[in-house]
C-alpha cells in the first residue's frame, strides 16, 4: 500500500503527461488557457462552467465571463485586485468571489480551479461529503472532502458556505453546484481538481454496490500527513 502511496505523492511534481501540458515558462494568461482545455481534455467540464485563476500582482488573474476556451487569449484574461476590482476588456467570471476569498483568506493558494464535474456535481446535489471511503480522500488535506450548504451562484453566501466547506481543507463539492479547488500552483490545482472527480466517481460506484468501508482517523492520519495535509500533526508544529 506504501508504495502505491509513494507513487500518487509524486504525482504532483511529475510532468504532465497529456495533450495540454502547462508550460511554467508561459505567461500566467496562456497557463490558465491551457489549463482550461485540459479541463476539457480530461472531461471535468461542462461547457464553459469552470472557470480558473492564478494569483498575480498582488490579487489574481482569472478567466473572463462567458467565452468559449478555444477563443480565449492571453490578453482576455481579467486581472483582479483583492478588494474584487476587475481590470481589462472583459467582465471576470460570476464566480470571482469564491476565487477572492480563497486568495484573501488561505495565504498557500495560489491557483484555484473550479468545475461542474460530472460525479462530484452528482454527490454534491445529494449533498453527500466523500467521506475516507479511500486513503487517497487525504489529497485535499484532511479525513474527508465536505460538501458545502447551497447558495446562489456569483453571491457573497455562496462564498461563505464554501469556505466553511474548506477549513482545513483544499477541495470541497458545492452544494448542488459542483466542486472547487485550489493549489500552490495552477498544475497541482489541476491535478487535484482530476482527482477529487475521479475519488468521487469511485465513490459514487462503490455505493452502487454496497457501503463502502471507511477507514478510521488512526489509518487516515498517516497519508493525510504523507500528503502534506492538515491533519492535527501539521496544525501543532
Ligand atoms: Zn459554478
Redesign the pocket.
Known sequence: MFEAVLTVFALPFGPLNNHHPTNMTESPGQQIIDACLRMQSEGINQGS?GNISVRSNDGFLITPSGMAYERMAPEDMVQMSLEGKPTGKWKPSS?WRMHLDIYRSRPEAGAVV?A?STFCTALACLRRDIPPFHYMVAVAGGRDIRCSDYAL?GTQELSDAMLAALEGRRACL?GT??MICFHDNLERALKLAIEVEALAKQYWHACQAGEPVLLSDEEMAPVIERFGGYGQAHQSE
Open positions: 462552467a464566480e473550479h461542474h451562484f458545492l453546484h459542483g
